[in-house]
């Protein structure tokens, strides 16, 4: 346990301008990088087995730690030298920064699953991790991303995802549509989740042994050439003249509906 007082101190490096986006982006996934916030979520990405480069800890929550892996430095800090060297208020008390594992192949990801889930164009972090905890609790068995979406494992993702982005496995798939390709030669049916009033109702779907479910950004929806790259437009019926729902809530119900038929576990 080390003790930091100056929250310039160079051994908090890892932890400066948490946040910023602009420079996390630029910082963590060159560096081999992410930060985990949260003991729960700590405890989550050592359970899945993320190896640490330290740990910053509110000095009055080191109890709390004190059965942490003594394979990387703890450092503790009071509130205010914790707000001043991240730029926010800490209000988790603890922190931790991990080594990235390499990123996984499209294929590797896919090859055991029977539900896949694809997003396009997702850049919002929030909806990121939102989508993961949902794919985790709802039975998705990998997640694909186009080029442009944001990264699962920016804080903000893994805090909101409650870690489940260290449960799920997930690939980039490029080129972007025409990877989509890869799923249709490992047999899976493209389902493209879209409000068109002539998409087939997903619970009316029949095609459901393996099936790649692809969803877009909240706003612009669907790309017209990942549409015209899946199989079949399906839809969430909506009432009340409700045209769409956000992302992340409309994967949960499209997850669920996909996988209601399974046996509980």
């Not at 003790?3 to 963590?28: F, H, M, N, S, V």
Request: proline share 8%; charged share 25%.
């Amino acid at each position: 346990m080390h003790l930091i007082t100056d929250p310039a101190d160079d051994r908090l490096g890892d932890y400066r301008a948490l946040t910023d986006l602009e420079l996390r982006t630029k910082w963590e996934p060159p560096n081999g990088l992410f930060i985990a916030e949260g003991e729960l979520v700590l405890r989550r990405a050592l359970r899945a087995g993320y190896r640490p480069r330290s740990y910053l800890i509110d000095e009055k929550r080191t109890d709390q730690i004190a059965d942490l892996p003594d394979d990387a430095p703890i450092y503790a800090a009071t509130p205010a030298v914790l707000e001043k060297a991240t730029g926010f208020h800490v209000h988790r008390g603890v922190l931790a920064s991990f080594h990235r594992a390499p990123l996984r192949e499209a294929e590797e990801v896919i090859a055991t699953a029977r539900r896949v889930a694809v997003l396009e164009d997702v850049n919002n972090h929030t909806n990121i991790g939102a989508v993961f905890r949902g794919a985790a609790a709802l039975g998705i068995d990998a997640v694909l991303l186009s080029p442009t979406c944001a990264d699962p494992l920016y804080r903000r993702s893994v805090r909101v995802s409650m870690g489940e982005v260290f449960a799920v496995p997930y690939a980039r798939l490029e080129p972007w549509p025409d990877g989509l390709q890869l799923l249709r030669d490992a047999g899976f049916t493209v389902l493209a989740l879209t409000p068109d009033p002539a998409a087939v109702p997903l619970q009316k779907v029949t095609e459901r042994a393996k099936t790649a479910l692809l969803l877009g950004a909240e706003g612009p929806g669907l790309s017209r050439n990942a549409l015209a790259a899946s199989d079949i437009p399906v839809k969430i019926p909506m009432r009340r003249g409700v045209d769409s729902l956000n992302v992340a809530a409309a994967a949960a119900v499209a997850f669920w509906e996909l996988g209601r038929d399974d046996p509980e576990t």
